[in-house]
């Protein structure tokens, strides 16, 4: 089987993004729950997961940070949005089962992508180091309707998964004033500390 970078190898070069695709992820995410209730209804999952995944595309398309950063090369094909990080980390968004697998039956393409071997001379033709094998990560999302989204990276070897990180983003924290900000603060956060204490 081919090779790939180990969970701790592949880390540092996802680790400096981890902030910014989970904001880009959450803002999509949140984005499509504000959409009307009756019309999320009637949507199905396909269309739910398109809807976000659209809204992804284009948060990338208009991340300046994204697209003015040297170590970063990004192509969009097929309605899916590649990222390349320092010709050696290679990163797709895609929606994730329960399992953390990705969503969906798997085509030919993907089944390549998830075995680390399709042809990134292709997909970057701007690269010129032709032994390049990059590895192959989703920037996974799965959210429920209580507005928890967990952003797992996850590393495929053909069907099965080979390592993951996991992250659980809260989105969507209720919008408060700065009183009642405070007021959560002090009144709530102390006296936990205090009941801790005292039960020693």
């Known amino acids: 089987s081919s090779h ?9 070069y996802v680790a400096p993004y981890r902030q910014l695709f989970n904001s880009l992820i959450a803002d999509a995410v949140d984005s499509y729950k504000r959409k009307p209730p009756e019309d999320r209804l009637i949507d199905s999952s396909r269309t739910r997961s398109s809807s976000i995944s659209d809204r992804i595309l284009w948060n990338i398309g208009h991340c300046e940070q994204l697209l003015k950063d040297p170590y970063v090369k990004i192509r969009r094909r097929y309605g899916v ?3 390349l990080v320092k010709d050696s980390v290679q990163v797709v968004f895609k929606k994730l089962d329960s399992n953390l697998k990705p969503s969906h039956p ?8 998830s075995l680390h071997c399709d042809d990134i001379h292709k997909e970057f033709p701007e690269i010129e180091n ?3 094998r ?13 507005g928890e ?5 996850v590393c495929m070897d053909g069907s099965q998964i080979d390592w993951y990180i996991e992250t659980i983003t809260k989105v969507a924290e209720p919008i408060m004033d700065t009183e ?5 603060t002090t009144k709530k956060v102390r006296p936990k500390y205090v ?3 005292s039960n020693t």
């Open 180 to 184: 009642q900000q405070q007021d959560r």
């Open 149 to 153: 989204t967990r952003t797992p990276i």
């Open 106 to 113: 798997s085509t030919a393409r993907s089944l390549n992508y």
């Open 4 to 12: 790939h970078l180990s969970k701790e190898e592949a880390y540092p």
């Open 195 to 197: 009941n801790r204490k």
């Open 130 to 132: 032709a032994e390049l």
């Open 134 to 146: 990059p590895t192959n990560l989703y920037w996974g999302y799965t959210w429920d309707l209580l």
């Open 81 to 83: 949005v590649r990222i």
